[in-house]
């Protein structure tokens, strides 16, 4: 298991989960590596997507997840390795980009325009039409009432809920969610949690982070945990030994069982 | 590309600081045209009286008729000296009524966004949008919906350009405006010639000024982009600013260097104390200005290869 996927995807998650889809690679990561300076962040990582499944990225702060989403993403580029997205290698070309969707970091965006005018900004950037998405889109994300608000006014909810609409806008067939919770209200959660299921029952594939742990078991098929930049484990919450009867305290316990307590050196 | 180059125009026309520079351009605009056209007005005024006084100023009780033969004597050289100085004063005074002229208020304007104040702003603008979107963050969704960075630099580079073009209309139409309401009935200025010359000069002018413009516009965005620090970009913009200039006026090289074929490209001269007096006059050379410009051009497209290279090694954002 170490180091490696163990793909045993068995369709057998909550939600959305009426018809395994056609098994088809979007995303596969080989070997990469990635360091900053002499700090190594990413060490080897092996990892697939599939279509339709819903894949959770569980590990410490300072694990390697987020870093390990912005290689995918295109955003850094590894020192060696291989991503491919949709078959083909990074680096990212337009085809590709028009797939995927992503939601990375702290949301930022441009404090004096308007909800809707960001994300009509994003659609001009990549030169797709609207076509009333961006209105489907802030309704889904909840934000209708606050579109035509300066960002500038928004609360940290309301931003991680335009982020989401911004990876939701492309209609992407991989999706890379890093943390999506954070500063979310209870609603907020069940939002993200429907979204997520909404999209995998599309046919997406959803990379997710979060550190919720009882979010990305109650979501997701699969989950891959990262411990100081390596794959640990990888696998259906079933395969990797966890009793899913067992309750969120038993899933936290097993959780530090397999990444471990301690920080990166 | 046209719907990436609008969306950056829009966004930068609509960028606070964006709009805080440009008022603050049009203000300066207004209040250089003003003191141009006063100044010019009076000094055209005085020169004449002082000419016209020439002969009467012999004329003092005081003077001994030794000295008052003397004193007419000395008039005809006093006079050319003076009509030495009334020319160079209608030569400012034609160039300053360009600002009371509906279309010489174009050229008139190009020169001031050209000169160094207008370029500093075009500096701050690219440092603030370009190397801003990295230091915020907000690069990041940009760049997960358009994947070549070249082409977005290079359509923020045509949104700041674009911005300095919306920006010298509008100073144009405030000067125009400012000149034909109220400068041409308080400060009497010779013309600033025949239309056709002044749509012809026009031309020419804001031609060149646009070219210089679109050059500021691409080193302004290829330092932001390398440098993804607003701050870090402006002193390093104003750093190559003070460089250009200073090197204008070296001997026997100031003309093909940036500095001297820019300036004689928007054909500066006398526009106002306060713009002009920050570019040196340049090493004149016999050879034509297009030729001489290659260069810089040669340097900027260097630079953005360089910055096209340097951008594969590393991180995006």
């Known amino acids: 298991m170490i180091g490696r996927e163990h793909h045993t995807h068995a369709c057998s998650h909550e939600l959305g989960a009426n018809a395994c889809p056609p098994k088809m690679s979007v995303l596969s990561c080989h070997e990469v590596t990635k360091g900053f300076r002499k700090h190594s ?88 039409p609207d076509g009333g998405r961006i209105a489907r889109t802030l309704e889904r994300v909840g934000l209708t009432g606050a579109a035509d608000r300066r960002l500038g006014t928004y609360s940290q909810g309301m931003r991680q809920r335009l982020a989401i609409a911004s990876a939701l806008l492309k209609q992407p067939d991989l999706l890379i969610l890093d943390e999506p919770t954070n500063g979310l209200d209870p609603e907020g959660l069940r939002m993200v949690r429907r979204i997520v299921a909404e999209e995998a029952a599309r046919g997406a594939a959803v990379l997710v982070s979060s550190h919720q742990l009882d979010e990305i078991q109650r979501i997701c098929h699969r989950v891959i945990m990262l411990a100081q930049g390596r794959v640990v484990a990888a696998g259906t919450l079933d395969a990797l030994g966890y009793d899913p009867e067992s309750g969120p305290a038993a899933f936290e316990d097993w959780f530090f069982g397999l990444v471990g307590n301690g920080a990166r050196p | 590309m046209n719907r990436l180059v609008r969306a950056e125009t829009r966004r930068l026309l609509r960028h606070p600081l964006g709009l805080t520079l440009a ?89 001031l966004l050209t000169s160094v104040p207008g370029l500093v702003l075009l500096v701050m603008v690219a440092a603030f949008s370009v190397a801003g979107e990295w230091s915020r963050g907000s690069i990041v969704p940009i760049l997960l919906y358009e994947s070549r960075l070249g082409r977005l630099l290079a359509a923020k580079a045509l949104a700041v350009w674009a911005w300095s073009l919306v920006l010298l209309c509008v100073s144009a139409a405030a000067t125009a405006a400012f000149g034909l309401l109220y400068g041409r009935g308080a400060y009497p200025l010779p013309s600033p010639g025949a239309l056709g010359t002044v749509l012809a000069d026009t031309a020419l002018g804001v031609l060149a000024g646009a070219a210089v413009l679109a050059g500021a516009a691409a080193v302004a965005v290829a330092l932001g982009a390398l440098l993804r620090q607003p701050m870090r970009t402006f002193l390093a913009g104003m ?57 810089t051009l040669a340097l900027i497209g260097l630079l953005w290869l360089g910055l096209d290279r340097f951008n594969r090694t590393r991180d995006r954002a």
């Open chain 1, 41 to 128: 962040v990413l060490e080897g990582v092996h990892l697939s997507l599939e279509a339709g499944e819903i894949v959770g990225l569980l590990g410490l702060n300072g694990a390697g997840k987020t870093t390990l989403m912005r290689v995918i993403t295109g955003l850094s580029t590894p020192d060696s390795g291989e991503v491919r997205l949709f078959g083909e290698a990074l680096p990212m070309r337009p085809r590709q980009l028009d797939r995927l969707g992503a939601a990375l970091d702290a949301p930022a965006f441009h404090r004096w325009s308007t909800g809707r005018a960001m994300l009509r900004t994003l659609l001009d950037t990549a030169g797709l």
């Open chain 2, 23 to 111: 008022a603050l351009f049009v203000l300066g605009s207004l209040y250089c045209a003003w003191v141009s056209q006063s100044m010019a007005s009076y000094n055209i005024t005085q020169v004449q009286a002082n000419l016209d006084f020439l002969p009467e100023s012999c004329d003092s009780p005081r003077n001994t008729p030794e000295q008052k033969a003397g004193c007419l004597a000395e008039v005809p050289l006093q006079a050319v000296g003076l009509e030495r100085i009334q020319d160079r004063f209608t030569a400012e005074g034609v160039r300053a009524a360009q600002a009371q002229h509906p279309v010489g208020s174009l050229l008139w304007t190009v020169r």
């Open chain 2, 239 to 295: 750093l190559l600013l003070v460089l250009v200039v200073r090197t204008s006026a070296a001997p026997g090289l100031g003309a093909w260097l940036p500095g001297g074929a820019l300036a004689d490209l928007v054909g500066f001269g006398a526009v106002d104390g306060v713009w002009d007096h920050f570019w040196i006059s340049t090493d004149p050379s016999t050879a034509p200005v297009l030729l001489r410009v290659l260069p």
